[in-house]
């Protein structure tokens, strides 16, 4: 062969193999990947333990973030295996950023949905990068993504399982109620009562005029499991009515699950406590361990 074009078949050829950033950890890869959702691209990494028990796709909370970098890599550590995207609008995506930080309602049905979708549209590139195509494949994310994450599965049946951090199981309308309410005050609850708080959220006047967003409806008609993660001290979300809400839906039949950390706040995910993600990823591995039976 002439050498000439060898040395440029050589280097076209390079250009082909997708772009893999190998860690200092041996434990693990990441591969950067785009995919199109609702007419725009997202870009995400992919962060993969050489040999995964489970996957999982994070889903964002209500601000303009960025791929949720070190989350993932705590998960693949623990041997699942993550793809996490820039969310619309912000980083390498594409689209527009709808959210509180520019003024704007986030919660209208029309951008949960439209959030759902590129959440799924994620389930799906993901699924064909997966080596192991046997291994569960599940949704795991924060606060807003309790109204995601439901329309994710609803609309996707590749999903398994689901994990949710400090999401809502009432209406968005409650949740806005409620959040207003509590106006930001950390000691909200050493002043007020739960059945204060239940009042003001089933009958405060709303300060937004848009069709709620129930998840009680994709959860009623959902099959796979769900593990809901709480902190008792919430001020974001009323946490014993969602918890509620879960029973309900338990004496129905479904496999729903929820942790209670009574003196965690909103950010289960991220706090100091080590705990809420141990949760989570031990729940993760033993639903694993049930499929394998």
């Known amino acids: 062969m002439n050498f000439k074009f060898y040395h440029k078949l050589l280097f076209f050829a390079l250009l082909a193999i997708p772009k893999i950033a190998f860690c200092q950890s041996t434990d693990f890869t990441i591969q950067e990947v785009k995919f199109e959702s609702q007419g725009i691209m997202l870009a995400g990494s992919i962060v993969e333990p050489k040999k995964p028990i489970a996957a999982v796709v994070i889903v964002h909370g209500s601000d303009p973030v960025k791929r949720e970098m070190d989350f993932a890599k705590i998960l693949a550590k623990e041997g699942i295996a993550v793809l996490t995207y820039d969310k619309r609008g912000v980083g390498e995506s594409g689209g527009v950023y709808v959210g509180p930080s520019v003024g704007t309602n986030n919660i209208d049905f029309d951008n949960l949905n439209l959030l759902s979708y590129d959440a799924s549209a994620a389930i799906n590139v993901f699924k064909t990068h997966l080596k ?161 039976k």
């Open 132 to 292: 192991n195509k046997k291994i569960p494949l599940g949704l795991i994310g924060f606060s807003q993504a309790g109204w995601i994450i439901p329309l994710t599965a609803e609309k996707n049946k590749n999903v398994n399982f689901m994990t949710i951090f400090s999401g809502p199981v009432i209406t968005t309308l409650e949740q806005l109620r409620f959040q207003f309410y509590t106006n930001g005050n950390e000691n909200f609850w050493d002043t007020h009562t739960e059945s204060d708080a239940r009042e003001h959220t089933k009958n405060d006047p709303d300060k937004y005029q848009f069709t709620a967003t129930n998840p009680q409806e994709p959860l009623r008609k959902l099959t796979i499991p769900g593990l809901w993660i709480f902190g008792g001290k919430d001020i974001q979300v009323p946490v014993v009515l969602s918890m509620e809400n879960l029973d309900q839906l338990k004496k129905k039949g479904k496999k729903y699950e929820y942790i209670l950390f009574p003196k965690l706040g909103h950010n289960t995910s991220s706090s100091e406590s080590p705990e809420p993600v141990k949760a989570a990823v031990k729940w993760i591995k033993s639903f694993n361990q049930k499929k394998k």
